[in-house]
């Protein structure tokens, strides 16, 4: 099959190993939105190194993009061909940027984003057993009285990304000068439900599903989440990739409670400084000095992950509902931080603080966190 591909891949000008004929791709149905395009379940035939058919995720730049979209759009590829693979971090697997509709292939990651998962194992804490969408057994073990308690306080709020304008100082971040979208799911509290449809495909997929999917969110599991982004963190930070939008709406999570990082769409190699472009920024993940300065490093990334540890730790909450875009520079640089999880140890909450040190060298590296988190860290009392 190799021969076969590289000669398709030759007869069509493709000397990149990743690049794959749009004919190999089948669209399925649409799993997501965003401000780039949509993003469908795929079967892709073979990829490289990966003879027959695969279920795939399928990023597509929307139609008629803007050059700056097409250009980020082909850097993140780029990037991500050099990135190499991890079992936290979405794996690439090849792309068609030869002629539009420009696609991004990526390993399918079948049970929806992190956030979701919280949200959805915390509505329906209380009730001891449910049945989802493709009758397999859901349990939910309630960890402690405490977990519901803290949980009825967050709401869960649309509005993750604002557009910031670079020449702007972005201290005077006003609501009024901020245009505001909604992540493509942030309002959906329900897990994704059913499996694949692939009605206009002849391909059969199977797929390892039948096996139970438990909304546990014990201790065990939610220090578990902890290090697995660690992990995918760490082998990015390895590379000096910054990822820039690293919050639970952007990690992954397998059948088998594997997590992924994914959303590539702001990485970048090394330090970056922007001020080139009018984009859309996660505020309320973001460091101080992201914010204020326009500085990425993994040490934003960092501060992030202490963002990340807060959402696992509230089951989901949004960080600083109370207070406004422009307000939250102020309310960081006078030494506020987003408060203790009810449920999180003073250990886990130490960890978050050191990530929202605001001398950004002070804080850990993901290496470090990997080692502190280690078995012995209890996560929630
Ligand atoms: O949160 P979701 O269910 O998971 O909805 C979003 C949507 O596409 C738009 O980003 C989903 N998505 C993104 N990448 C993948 C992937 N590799 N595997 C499965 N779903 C994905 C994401």
Known sequence: YVDKYVEQ??????????????????????????????????????????????LVAVKQLKANPSADEVDEFLSEIEMLKGVGTHNNVVCFLGCCTIRAPYLMIMEYVGRGNLLNYLRTARQQLGQSKTRDAN?????????????????????????NYIELKASSPSTELEQSSVSISSSSNSNDLCARQAKPSFAETTYTIVEEEEEPFEYILDHKELHNFAL???NGMRFLEEQEITHRDLAARNVLIDGNKTLKISDFGLSRRGLIY???????LPLRW?????????????????????????????????PYPTISNSELIPFLMAGNRLER???CTPQVYTIMLQCWLEEAKERPTFDALCKVLSPKTTYVD
Not at 10 to 24: K, T, Y
Not at 32 to 47: C, Y
Not at 135 to 159: D, E, F, G
């Open 286 to 318: 973001l460091s101080i000095e992201a914010i204020r300065d326009n500085v990425y490093s993994s040490k934003s990334d960092i501060w992030a992950y202490g963002v990340v540890l807060w959402e696992i730790g509230t089951l989901g909450a949004s």
């Open 9 to 54: 891949s030759q007869a069509l000008g493709l000397a990149d190993i990743f690049e794959v004929p749009h004919s190999a791709i089948h669209m399925g149905q649409m799993l997501g939105e965003g401000a780039f395009g949509q993003v469908h379940e795929a079967t892709a035939i073979n990829l490289r190194r990966m003879r027959g058919t695969t």
């Open 341 to 343: 999880p009810e449920i």
């Open 228 to 230: 697995q982004i660690a």
């Open 274 to 280: 922007t001020n080139t472009k009018t984009r859309k």
């Open 135 to 159: 009758h397999t057994t859901r349990r939910i073990i309630k960890t402690n009285s405490s977990v519901a308690s803290s949980l009825s306080a967050s709401k869960p709020q649309s509005v």
